[in-house]
């Protein structure tokens, strides 16, 4: 009905970049919100960033000022440009959105995840 679809992911080194993208398709009428998440090895999922209403965006304080969420609504795409990376940022991220769909029913999807990797 609705699919997420996470890509980007991959092998970094410290201190480089990564970007990843997040594609949504199916039967969709509205994206009424939607974020990343990411769950490390060992660890519960934690919110990464998000758009918590309209533009408005909120970050966990370990990747502020490193990572930067933006999204195509045109293209139903979202994005997370994550820069600087850190060792600690070695995790599964996921895809999160809240979708009404062309039938009227609103819930939360998740994508299936993508690997990021930050090792020296």
């Known amino acids: 009905q609705v699919q997420l679809v996470e890509s980007g992911g991959g092998l970094v080194q410290p201190g480089g970049s990564l970007r990843l993208s997040c594609a949504a398709s199916?039967?969709?009428?509205?994206?009424?919100?939607w974020g990343w998440y990411r769950q490390a090895p060992g660890k519960e999922r934690e919110l990464v960033a998000g758009?918590?209403?309209?533009?408005?965006?909120n970050y966990a304080d370990s990747v502020k000022g490193r990572f930067t969420i933006s999204r195509d609504g045109a293209k139903k795409t979202m994005y997370l440009q994550m820069n600087s990376l850190k060792l600690e940022d070695t995790a599964v991220y996921y895809c999160?959105?809240?979708?009404?769909?062309?039938?009227?029913?609103?819930?939360?999807?998740w994508g299936k995840g993508t690997l990021v990797t930050v090792s020296s």
């Open positions: 199916g039967s969709i009428f509205m994206i009424r919100a």
């Open positions: 758009f918590i209403s309209g533009d408005t965006t």
């Open positions: 999160n959105a809240v979708v009404t769909t062309e039938r009227g029913s609103t819930s939360p999807y």
